[in-house]
């Protein structure tokens, strides 16, 4: 199922030690008895939690963004337009035009917001803007979680 020729049912022993149980592989595999999923499944969590792209302008500081068709990244307004498709995520830093910028997507916190209202869906406006009512297209940003913190929904 998962490319092992076989698996071991051996309990672990005192050190902790257990086959590898790959293919070719005979040398055991030393296991953390404490936080190792954990920490496996936030490092790949926070992956899908953010994209790096190139920015065509300038990016502010916890900004909506959209990908523009050669995958670039832009705020919304100055001639780039809201749709239902293509808002991305959010911004954590502001970037120069032609950074690598990080945007925050789905499931990450952004907290460079302000004036929030905690559990109060937002909403893209097409200005760039979060709103607390769907402007045209309805693009939902996410919850705000506290004043200053918005978990994305992008």
């Keep these: 199922m998962f490319g092992f020729s076989s698996l071991s049912s051996t309990p672990l022993g005192d050190d902790k030690t257990v086959p590898a149980g790959g293919p070719s592989s005979s040398d055991p595999v030393r296991v953390k008895p404490t936080g190792i999923l954990k920490t496996i499944g936030r490092d790949f969590g926070d992956v899908a939690r953010k994209?790096?792209?190139?920015?065509?302008?300038?990016?502010g500081n916890g900004k909506a963004v959209v990908v523009n068709s050669d995958g670039t990244v832009s705020v919304i307004g100055g001639g780039v337009s809201l749709t239902s498709e293509n808002y991305i995520g959010i911004t954590p830093s502001a970037y120069p035009t032609g950074a690598g910028a990080e945007i925050q997507t789905k499931g990450a916190v952004n907290e460079q917001q302000?004036?929030?209202?905690?559990?109060q869906s937002y909403y893209v406006q097409t200005d760039g803007t979060l709103g607390l009512t769907a402007d045209d297209p309805s693009v939902f940003a996410g919850t705000a979680i506290s004043a200053t913190?918005?978990?994305?929904k992008a």
């Excluded at 994209?51 to 990016?59: E, I």
């Excluded at 302000?114 to 559990?119: F, I, K």
């Design 51 to 59: 994209v790096y792209a190139v920015a065509s302008g300038a990016l």
């Design 114 to 119: 302000s004036g929030l209202t905690a559990g």
């Design 149 to 152: 913190k918005l978990l994305v």
